[in-house]
């Protein structure tokens, strides 16, 4: 099972980016768990950015990106994403999805103008 991130990229100060996550493997039902983002930068312990319960119908979030940044999923397509608004460079790091004890290998998220 892995998980896969998608959607990073370079932003400048402002701007918007949607992080993907999709789960790759055998018979991985992405729907059944919670899913959480984190984002680390060098030097600096891994932080938990967002968290969606198994049905979407609880989140919570990080203080820094309350208002700007939204954790959803799509079960039918076995998917969760990020929508990240207003990004500062603050939020520069690589972004995880994490499942079920489950690591992504990361998306660079770069905020600059």
């Known amino acids: 099972v892995q998980l896969v991130e998608s959607g990073g990229g370079l932003v400048q100060p402002g701007g918007s980016l949607r992080l993907s996550c999709a789960a790759s493997?055998?018979?991985?039902?992405?729907?059944?768990?919670?899913v959480r983002w984190y984002r680390q930068t060098p030097g600096k312990e891994r932080e938990l950015v967002a968290t969606?319960?198994?049905?979407?119908?609880?989140?919570t979030y990080l203080d820094s990106v309350k208002g700007r940044f939204t954790i959803s999923r799509d079960n039918v397509k076995n998917m969760v994403y990020l929508q990240m608004n207003s990004l500062t460079p603050a939020d520069t790091a690589v972004y995880y999805c994490?499942?079920?004890?489950?690591w992504g290998q990361g998306t660079q998220v770069t905020v600059a103008s």
């Open positions: 994490h499942a079920a004890s489950n």
């Open positions: 493997g055998f018979a991985f039902a992405l729907s059944r768990y919670i």
């Open positions: 969606i319960t198994s049905t979407g119908g609880a989140t």
